[in-house]
Each structure stands twice: as structure tokens, then as C-alpha cells.
């Protein structure tokens, strides 16, 4: 797999098909069956007879963009932003704008009479015409993972590419170590909502499901060989045993292990709702200094979120998850 050029793939939420198509050739490398729904979310697991539970490890395939909804006679592209960005957020930003068959062109953001457009360099609504771009097709950050000082990545939408490399990389060294089906991979239409959750997750039907996330951290509280397990967004209250379980198991590897709360919610806001309800937790990379469009993050933080969870699942027992059941609850993190 060519990292570089994984994370630089566009996947506006609603157009993951770049990185969807990605994702998927990485697990069919790893001899996985493919799971596919009606919206974009991809996963593979290596299906085993009589298994006796399964576990879902996923994180969102989408990011932040937005859809071109009317071009103007001077040859500006007036759009709506897609994700947790406003229409201001793009000014003076380099975009990606792509064809509906994925052909690239570069843009810009500018403002205009005080209102935001994207601009192609085109003087009129003929000359975008010809470019091959229309009404409905979208655009991206155009912006390169690149190392900045310390040793650090800079790039736009590094939550999710980090992300979903280290679960490539959990499943590669999991799926033959054991017995229950590990189902992994990303889910579409993150961003805009929990969509591609509840399909995949019906699709998939968890037992217990980890869902990796990235969040800024304050610098007085960063360490990118702590392991940040996710005490509360308000879509998702994570099971409490399950916390304490992965807890454990990183201090027992000689992490230290700290809580992170945010309002902004996951995956597993749905995930944790199916069925009868199935046992989540986030576990978060911490960014750092990334309150905007780019973020800032320490491959380093990947060994604490590795080594734990490939820790946890190697080891991972029926009884275990019945134990996380609702009744079965074990100590909560705010008992240390």
C-alpha cells in the first residue's frame, strides 16, 4: 500500500469512491472478505464457521468539502460545504474540484461582494462549461500529508487516513491470531451525519465494536505515547467495563492512559445502538494545534493505539464480552 498517496485521495462524504475503492483492494490484499452497503462504507473480515462473536473496528472514510450548486456568468462557482466547515472557511484555500468522472482542477476560494465563491480561473460560465465542471460535482482541500518540524505530519483530514491505516495494519496482524470474526474497515457519510453507520453496522452486526477517532488536544495535556480513550461525546456514553478492559491492558504495556471528552459525536453513536445494543468505545489520536482546516499529527501516536488493541483482541474471550453486558459492569474509569 502506497500511504503517501492514500492520504492524499479525495472522499467527500457522498463521493468516498477514490478512497473507498482504496480500502478495499488493502483487504482483499489481506485475503478478507468484503462487506460493502447501499451508501460507500467498505469492510472486510475473514469469515469463520461457528465463530463466536464478532467485532467491529472502524473509523469515518469521509471528509470535509463541499458541492458546486450554481455557476455564475463571470465563471465563479457559488457552492455548499459539506461537513463541519463553513462557506468562509474556504476562502483564500486552495481546492480540488472534481469532474463527476474524477477528473481534477485546481481552485481557490474568494470573496466576493462579501460572499464566497470558488474561482478556476475562467472568465465566464462557457469556459467552466468546458472544463468539464457542473452543477453537483465536488471539491476537497487541496493539500499533501507533509512532515512539518518535531517530526510531526501536517494535512487536511488526517483523522480518518491515520486511522484507517492503523487499522489495516491491527487487522494484518490479528486475523490469523484468532478465533472470532474481526470485521474492519470505514464508513461513508460520517461527517454529514450518522448515515453510512447505521447501514454498515446492520450490515455487519457487531457484538462489540471500537471506533477510532482523532481530537485535538491542549498542549498541557499532550503526549503522543499516551493512549486518549474517549470518556464522552454526546451522542455516545462508551461502556464503561470495556473502557476499563483496554485501560488495563495499555497500562499493563507501560502506557499511560488518558480520558478525552469532546461534543462532537461518531460512528458509534449509531453503532452502540444495534441490536440489543453492542459494548463501544472510542479510542482517539491526538492532534494537536488543529483547530481548523489542516491538522497536526505525531505518528508516534499510532504505537499506544497498536500495541493496546492488538493486546486487547489477541486476548479477547467470549466471556469477556458477555461480561460487558450491561449487568455484568466492572469498575468505571473514575474509580482510580
Known amino acids: 500500500m502506497d500511504w503517501t498517496a492514500f492520504y492524499d485521495l479525495p472522499a467527500l462524504s457522498g463521493d468516498e469512491f477514490d ?3 482504496a480500502l478495499a483492494q488493502a483487504l482483499t490484499d489481506q485475503g478478507l472478505s468484503l462487506y460493502r452497503d447501499q451508501l460507500g462504507s467498505v469492510l472486510g473480515l475473514k469469515p469463520r464457521e461457528q465463530a463466536p462473536f464478532r467485532v467491529m473496528l472502524t473509523t469515518n472514510l469521509d471528509e470535509n468539502g463541499g458541492l458546486i450548486q450554481a455557476i455564475r456568468p463571470d465563471g465563479l462557482l457559488d457552492f455548499v460545504a459539506l461537513g463541519r466547515y463553513q462557506k468562509s472557511d474556504y476562502v483564500n484555500q486552495v481546492v480540488r474540484l472534481l469532474t463527476r468522472d474524477h477528473v481534477p482542477h485546481l481552485g481557490y476560494g474568494v470573496l466576493v461582494e462579501g460572499q464566497p465563491y470558488l474561482a478556476l480561473g475562467a472568465a465566464s460560465a462557457q469556459q467552466v462549461a468546458d472544463l468539464g465542471i457542473q452543477v453537483g460535482d465536488s471539491f476537497v482541500l487541496d493539500f499533501s500529508r507533509r512532515q512539518i518540524g518535531g517530526g510531526a505530519w501536517l494535512g487536511r ?21 484468532i478465533t472470532y470474526e474481526l470485521a474492519v474497515g470505514g464508513i461513508s457519510q460520517s461527517l454529514v451525519g450518522t448515515r453510512g453507520a447505521i447501514t454498515a453496522t446492520n450490515l455487519i452486526q457487531p457484538d462489540l465494536a471500537l471506533v477510532l477517532d482523532a481530537s485535538p488536544v491542549p498542549a498541557s495535556d499532550y503526549d ?16 464503561t467495563a470495556l473502557l476499563e478492559a483496554i485501560r488495563k491492558v495499555a497500562q499493563e504495556l507501560g502506557y499511560q492512559v488518558k480520558g478525552q471528552v469532546q461534543e462532537a459525536g461518531t460512528d458509534g453513536a449509531f453503532i452502540h445502538k444495534t441490536g440489543v445494543g453492542a459494548p463501544t468505545l472510542v ?9 481548523g482546516l489542516y491538522q497536526c499529527l505525531d505518528p508516534a501516536s499510532f504505537e499506544p493505539v497498536r500495541d493496546t488493541l492488538v493486546a486487547f483482541l489477541s486476548q479477547l474471550t467470549p466471556a469477556q464480552v458477555r461480561d460487558f453486558g450491561f449487568g455484568s459492569r466492572g469498575g468505571g474509569p473514575y474509580d482510580h
Open 224 to 239: 503522543p505515547k499516551c493512549l486518549y480513550l474517549r470518556y464522552f461525546d454526546k451522542t455516545l456514553l462508551p461502556n
Open 19 to 21: 478512497l473507498h475503492q
Open 157 to 177: 483530514n488526517l483523522a480518518n487516513r491515520a486511522s484507517l491505516e492503523l487499522i489495516v495494519d491491527m487487522s494484518r496482524q490479528l486475523q490469523d491470531k
Open 283 to 291: 479510542i482517539a489520536l491526538p492532534l494537536l494545534q488543529s483547530p
